[in-house]
């Protein structure tokens, strides 16, 4: 691979006992919001401060807020989105290491003591990434995320493939002084900040992981359902990762840019919205699929998740969106026995 110039500033050294900020994003999620905020105080590392940001919620979320009082930062603020809820916590905090969690999901208890001892260890790192347990709306462990991810520079996987192994919002950490560089983040309400964070705090420095799942990502109809059959969605979130991307190389001086033609994910929806491809330009989104797995490091179950969902997605478009809605397994089940899963994967496990 092409070797980039780096364009990062040196980080500033931690100090011996950093102070982590928790920001939780939270709108409408009252019935779990407890216990993602019970599962920061119940941390085995204690300096931290809890930033809970309310987006406009109709629910019961402010009296679920409120009777924390002072144990942790309130804001109310209307509705505007994921990325205005995260711009407001980010500008608030004081910490010098930030850590995300969305209100609906909740934190193992020695998450926050794995993240601090990880970025002692790499002072490189700005952004970790660790792995999860999925849960139901019960809490109960249905599954694991992936236990692969990419680490070090990379840079030129998102400018060739549009993408590297990450996780989703509550598996993210970060240097604050880095995402200070970033903001504000998009407050466009259709997108998620991780598309924007993931794709964008890499070309200030190297990212890192934690194979470990220090998280607990729960999976319930109004988080996965909807947006999970919706293909303009998703194919809205690739063309705007692409302008991330594009834009966060311009800005730190590379001159080469990311073509959303090849990326596998992109093509592969695009071929279900048209509904399927002809076998040439099947085959290609296949092969296209194959060596951006190998380039990124998918493990082998990864990849062959991939290459099952954009057969289906190029070749029997009309079981693609119940292979999105339900997963490889939630799927399979479904054609067996007639009745829909009760869960919900994006995951393609």
């Not at 934190?107 to 990880?118: D, I």
């Not at 692969?148 to 998102?158: A, E, K, W, Y």
């Not at 834009?247 to 959303?260: L, Q, V």
Request: charged residues 20%; proline residues 4%; hydrophobic residues 40%.
């Amino acid at each position: 691979m092409e070797k980039l110039p780096l364009t990062s500033e040196i980080l500033h050294k931690l100090p011996a006992h950093p102070l982590v900020s928790v920001i939780i994003d939270n709108y409408n999620y009252g019935n779990y919001l407890s216990e993602a905020i019970d599962s920061v105080f119940k941390q085995t590392y204690q300096n931290f401060e809890l930033i809970v940001v309310d987006d406009g919620s109709t629910d019961n979320s402010r009296e679920v807020i409120s009777s924390y009082g002072s144990r942790l930062i309130s804001i109310f603020q209307n509705n505007g989105g994921m990325g205005a809820a995260l711009n407001a916590g980010i500008t608030r905090a004081k910490g010098e290491i930030i850590c995300l969690l969305d209100a609906d999901d909740y934190f193992h208890p020695e998450k926050l003591e794995n993240v601090v001892m990880a970025f002692f260890e790499h002072p490189e790192w700005v952004q970790i990434i660790h792995s999860k347990i999925i849960v139901n709306r019960e809490g109960l462990p249905i599954g694991r995320g992936p236990k692969t991810f990419s680490q070090g520079d990379v840079r030129n996987l998102l400018l060739q493939w549009g993408q590297y192994i990450w996780e989703t919002t509550s598996a993210l950490s970060y240097r604050r002084e880095i995402l200070e560089k970033v903001l504000p983040i998009p407050t466009k309400k259709s997108m998620g900040a991780d598309p924007y964070l993931t794709a964008v705090v890499p070309f200030l420095g190297e990212v890192g992981c934690i194979n470990k799942p220090l998280m607990f990502y729960r999976q319930h109809g109004n988080n996965m359902q909807c947006r999970s059959i919706n293909l303009s969605y998703w194919m809205e979130v690739q063309e705007e990762t692409a302008k991330f991307i594009n834009e966060a190389a311009a800005i730190t001086g590379i001159d080469k840019r990311f073509d959303i033609k090849r990326s596998a994910d992109y093509q592969s929806f695009f071929s279900l919205q048209q509904g399927g491809l002809t076998w040439a330009k099947g085959i290609q989104t296949i092969w296209l699929s194959l060596r951006e797995s190998i380039a990124i490091g998918r493990s082998f179950d990864e990849t062959f998740n991939k290459l099952i969902q954009r057969s289906i997605f190029a070749f029997f478009p009309n079981e693609g969106q119940a292979y999105i809605r339900f997963g490889r397994r939630g799927y399979l089940q479904f054609k067996l026995t007639g009745k829909e899963p009760q869960k919900f994967n994006l995951s393609g496990n």
